[in-house]
Nanobody, 122 residues
Framework: QVHVVESGGGLVQPGGPLRLSCAVSGGIFRIYDMGWYRQAPGKEREFVATINRSGGITNYADSVKGRFTISRDNAKNTVYLQSDGLNPEDTAVYYC???????????????WGQGTQVTVSS
């Protein structure tokens, strides 16, 4: 069974750093795009950032552009989300997404982690 597990969330002060990790394990697969999404209380899940397989192409939501950085380590099947300046508005549950191809010549499928809570407060 494939597992997608986020880690690194918790209570962070405004302006403080953040480093989230998401590791994929449990099978033989090829990972294509990976990304981060978040959901605040009472709101729908929203896009945060994505990164392609090679790591050379990244996309960010306007709300986090310039403050967040997405990266990946394919040797570890892991994607990261890093920030050096969090705002209270960044408080949300952060979810990891990974598009996996488990078998060659078959369509890829999106897998989601269970989420990790990030609370930005002084």
């Amino acid at each position: 069974q494939v597992h997608v597990v986020e880690s690194g969330g918790g209570l962070v002060q405004p302006g403080g750093p953040l480093r989230l990790s998401c590791a994929v394990s449990g099978g033989i697969f090829r990972i294509y795009d990976m990304g981060w999404y978040r959901q605040a209380p009472g709101k729908e899940r929203e896009f945060v950032a994505t990164i392609n397989r090679s790591g050379g192409i990244t996309n960010y939501a306007d709300s986090v552009k310039g403050r967040f950085t997405i990266s990946r380590d394919n040797a570890k099947n892991t994607v990261y989300l890093q920030s050096d300046g969090l705002n209270p508005e960044d408080t949300a549950v952060y979810y990891c997404n990974a598009r996996l191809q488990i078998t060659s010549c078959r369509p890829s499928t999106d897998y989601w982690g269970q989420g990790t809570q990030v609370t930005v407060s002084s």
